[in-house]
């Protein structure tokens, strides 16, 4: 039989009349014999990155490698002619690549009486072997896991951990096994009373609770903007047809009290004289920013302040005069509205726009007027020389998109391509990703450099922003050793296409650490790689990290709406479920953080027993049996 005859046996062969193909067979055997002999060269071609990683991961090394040789090939139609045979496709090789393909050459040594001699000692180790060091390593730097639960729930903190007794020893309670730092906030005093309540709120719950610690990296972002107007908007609650059905309520405190609306939209300061002047029932007369005369009805009235309700939309600043009327009913008196916070300042981008990117928030734009750019900061100026006509801008988690038409080492001139119909609003600190730029960019930046201090002292794993180079992650660990902290472990943080090209490389440089992981970093990954590839990437990235025996932390928008609303969307549990491939799925912090974490608790318990990294699991379908045998049909009558 001729390869290309696979898809089509011969017409009796389900009936088993068909002897096994010599020919067949023997053509598999020489194209695996091949298949080997390059997974040892490379091996041989990798023999310094290998030897440079610790002798615990010296197996797990040279398995990477194999499956990247492996994986070099396609292998299409050798797997539909091994599954054919009824033997092993390699669809399943990840954790044991050579021991694997052997298996596969001993049988065919044998259906066609060749001779075989066991060449275990020449493989790195087994599928059982394979498994085992998965595990090993994910505790040894995720910690242990829960009963029924294999994979690890990791939970970004809010600042107010640092405080919040309660709040902390809730989410152990819940079920959190890693909690997470970002050294993007806050500083090192709240970091390090972070750290402390969470180790005693694992003590009380008599578990082990990880601390990871995230560096900041080179975050590229867009610089401050001009604050806006210093205005309130006051709005009622309309319904289906607009009449106002709940007032808009705006609180009024003397001067010199701190602005707390305490239940009201909005709170604004008044001379404290005027206030005395509020009775129940007082109406308060002004015409809003907009030229509109608006009246506010005093609904409760105090010496600390009052609270007056309105059912039109009105907009107050500091410019409107807020009147009532004397007692004697002509004599008007008006107060100016304070402590009113300028709102922040925004760009409004529009498709065919041109946005200027600024290494110098001073930097003049020699733009024609008739354009008129809008400009921004950036706060890496330095990347700014890196980038080339033609090449790609995303800005603000990929909402935005454009591409450079014009280039200095002080500017860049962006034409605005991607954005809603409406336009979009451009803030400060909003993220900028250049994908198609090739950035020579520090990893551990001065800041990461103080970070780390912290990291040496109270975290068990860090972070790597924006791995992108073994360099980087030979950086990383001089640095900690340094400050004594060797026995840190080290997560890699997929986060650019670079970065993903990059991960063979960088994953054996990680592995000189005591232990080491993957982050799926796949907001700015899915900005960088393009959202339509975004599932091929992180698919790429599990295979890989299982031939490594690393185990893969699966973040960024996990439960969002459930964390922030309290209310799930049906696309992010079936996201959630996708978590059990990983040894590790991180939520971000948010107001309904605690059921985010029983939730996802419950669906990977659930999913635990189907799926196990790729493989299904061929558990009882209990949803559809049966309890008594089915029942024969009655023999129906015959109508007389």
């Known amino acids: 039989m001729k390869p290309s005859d696979l898809n089509h046996p011969p017409a009796n062969s389900a009936d088993g009349d068909v002897p096994w193909d010599p020919a067949l067979c ?58 054919w045979l009824g033997l092993s496709s390699l669809g399943r090789a990840e954790s044991h690549v050579l021991a694997n393909l052997d298996k596969v050459l001993g049988i065919l040594h044998r259906l066609t009486g060749r001779p075989w001699h066991d060449r275990s000692a020449e493989e790195p180790l087994g599928s059982v072997r394979g498994h085992q060091l998965l595990q090993a390593h994910s505790q040894a730097l995720l910690g242990s896991v829960q009963r029924e639960r294999a994979v690890r729930i990791m939970v970004t903190l809010p600042s107010e951990a640092a405080t919040d007794r309660a709040l902390v020893r809730g989410l152990v309670a819940a079920g959190m096994d890693v909690a997470r730092i970002n050294c993007a906030h806050d500083d090192a005093a709240a ?53 106002a059905v709940q007032p808009a309520r705006l609180r009024l405190v003397p001067e010199g009290t701190p602005v707390q609306p305490d239940g009201a939209q909005a709170c604004v300061l008044v001379d404290r004289e005027w206030l005395k002047r509020l009775r129940v029932g007082t109406q308060i007369e002004l015409t809003d920013a907009r030229g509109k005369p608006r009246r506010l009805l005093v609904v409760e009235a105090g010496s600390r302040g009052a609270l007056a309700d309105t059912l039109q939309t009105c907009y107050l600043t500091p410019d409107v005069a807020l009147t009532v009327k ?129 990291v040496a002292e109270v975290a068990d794993l860090v972070g790597l922003s924006f791995a992108q180079a073994p360099g980087d992650v030979q950086q990383l660990l001089q640095t900690l050793n340094d400050l004594g902290g060797e026995r840190v472990g080290v997560v890699l943080k997929i986060e650019t ?39 091929e990437v992180q698919e790429e990235i599990l295979w890989a990290a299982e031939a490594a025996h690393m185990p893969v932390i699966w973040a960024t928008q996990v439960l969002d709406n459930l964390t922030r609303t309290g209310l799930p969307s049906r696309a992010e549990i079936s996201d959630a479920s996708m978590g059990v491939r990983a040894e590790c799925v991180m939520l971000n ?37 049966t309890t008594a045998p089915p029942q024969p049909a009655r023999p129906r009558r015959r109508a007389r």
């Open 26 to 83: 023997k053509d598999l055997i020489h194209r695996l014999w091949a298949l080997r002999e390059q997974l040892l060269a490379s091996e041989q071609r990798f023999a310094d990155a290998i030897a440079r990683v610790g002798p615990h991961q010296q197996p797990s090394a040279r398995n990477l490698v194999h499956y990247l040789a492996l994986r070099a090939h396609d292998l299409r139609p050798l797997q539909q002619q091994l599954a």
């Open 191 to 243: 970091w390090t009373a972070m750290a402390g309540q969470v180790r005693k709120a694992a003590r009380a719950a008599q578990r082990e609770v990880k601390i990871l610690m995230d560096l900041g990296g080179p975050k590229i972002r867009t610089g401050p903007l001009p604050p806006g107007p210093a205005v309130v908007r006051l709005k009622p609650v309309r319904d289906a047809l607009g009449f």
């Open 326 to 454: 004397g007692t004697n009913g002509r004599k008007r008196h008006a107060t100016y509205p304070a402590g009113i916070d300028p709102l922040p300042g925004a760009l409004h981008l529009h498709r065919g726009d041109v946005l200027h990117l600024l290494g110098d928030e001073g930097a003049a734009s020699d733009a024609p007027a008739d354009e008129a750019p809008q400009q921004i900061a950036c706060t890496l100026p330095q990347v700014l020389a890196q980038v080339r006509v033609g090449e790609r801008v995303w800005l603000d988690d990929g909402r935005i998109g454009g591409v450079v038409r014009h280039a200095t080492p002080q500017r860049l001139a962006v034409a605005i391509e991607q954005a809603r119909d409406r336009g979009e609003r451009l803030l400060p600190d909003k993220g900028i990703n250049f994908p198609d730029s090739t950035l020579s960019l520090p990893a551990v930046t001065d800041q990461d450099h103080q970070d780390l201090r912290t």
């Open 497 to 535: 296409l670079r970065g993903f090209e990059n991960l063979p490389e960088l994953m054996l440089a990680a592995m000189a650490a005591p232990s080491a992981g993957v982050m799926i970093a796949r907001g700015d990954l899915a900005v960088e790689c393009g959202y339509e590839r975004m599932a």
């Open 589 to 625: 912090k948010g107001p309904f953080i605690t059921n985010a974490i029983r939730t996802l608790d419950d669906i990977l318990r659930r999913m635990a027993g189907h799926q196990a990294k790729k493989a299904p699991l061929l558990r009882a379908l209990r949803a559809w049996t």
